[in-house]
């Protein structure tokens, strides 16, 4: 796991996730929103809640089609509560891929 300015972040893999992108997911209790950030280009991507409503914050469509953006809204429906609990430290990267399903 790579600590960046007090977050503890990591990076799924699309053969770990099911989704055609690598995915970031944040750990920290402090930070306001639970989110992920899907990849597309290196660290470049779009992010999405994983609380309430899924949603793309930005103009998911300018980076991924309408399929894309579904696949990746049923992958967090089927993984919410896993990812908010790694969100909130509850559980930590080794329980976090363990409990993941593919998309």
Same mark, same amino acid.
């Given at each position: 796991?790579?600590?960046?300015?007090?977050? !503890? &972040?990591?990076?799924?893999? @699309?053969?770990?996730? %099911?989704?055609?992108?690598?995915?970031? /997911?944040?750990?920290?209790?402090?930070? !306001?929103? @639970?989110? &992920?950030? +899907?990849? /597309? !280009?290196?660290?470049? %991507?779009?992010?999405?809640? &994983? #609380? %309430?409503?899924?949603?793309?914050?930005?103009?998911?469509?300018? /980076?991924?089609? #309408?399929?894309? &953006? #579904?696949?990746?809204?049923?992958?967090?429906?089927?993984?919410?509560?896993?990812?908010?609990?790694?969100?909130?430290?509850?559980?930590?990267?080794?329980?976090? +891929?363990?409990?993941?399903?593919?998309?």
């Amino acid at each position: 796991m790579k600590k960046w300015i007090g977050y !503890d &972040i990591d990076r799924l893999s @699309p053969s770990t996730t %099911g989704l055609n992108y690598s995915v970031l /997911v944040v750990a920290n209790r402090y930070f !306001d929103l @639970p989110v &992920i950030k +899907v990849l /597309v !280009d290196g660290d470049n %991507g779009q992010i999405f809640t &994983i #609380e %309430g409503p899924v949603r793309c914050v930005y103009e998911c469509s300018l /980076v991924f089609t #309408e399929s894309d &953006i #579904e696949q990746i809204k049923r992958w967090i429906e089927m993984n919410r509560e896993t990812l908010l609990k790694y969100w909130s430290g509850d559980i930590d990267t080794s329980d976090l +891929v363990a409990k993941l399903q593919k998309i």
